[in-house]
């Protein structure tokens, strides 16, 4: 089994920065791929940001703003995410799967990021 936990949400200013943390625990989770999504209730789950052996990916509505990156001695996957707009409010989760693109198989229990106006 794979355990991650997010944390570095919170509160932030339109504008303001945040990053979030990922530390993934358990089987080699260095071959795995590792990933960001976000849902506000009432919203399917979306994709944000991922990290694989092809490099990395970013939604759209994120690019230019967020990046992912991976430091794979400490098992922690990143998300720094620059001039945050109220529409990023989201519970941030992070994942884990063996491929990409593809579904995840592994899931954290999320961090919330609050983008006021």
């Known amino acids: 089994q794979v355990q991650l936990v997010e944390s570095g949400g919170g509160l932030v200013q339109a504008g303001g920065s945040l990053r979030l943390s990922c530390v993934a625990s358990g089987r080699t989770v260095s071959r795995y791929v590792m990933g960001w999504f976000r849902q506000v209730p009432g919203k399917e789950r979306e994709f944000v940001a991922a990290?694989?052996?092809?490099?990395?990916d970013h939604a759209d509505s994120v690019k230019g703003r967020f990046t992912i990156s991976r430091d794979k001695d400490k098992n922690t996957v990143y998300l720094q995410m620059n001039s945050l707009k109220p529409e990023d409010t989201a519970v941030y989760y992070c994942?884990?799967?063996?491929?990409?693109?593809?579904?995840?198989?592994?899931w954290g229990k999320g961090t919330l990021v609050t983008v006021s106006s």
């Open positions: 994942a884990a799967g063996s491929n990409w693109p593809g579904p995840m198989d592994h």
């Open positions: 990290h694989s052996w092809r490099g990395v």
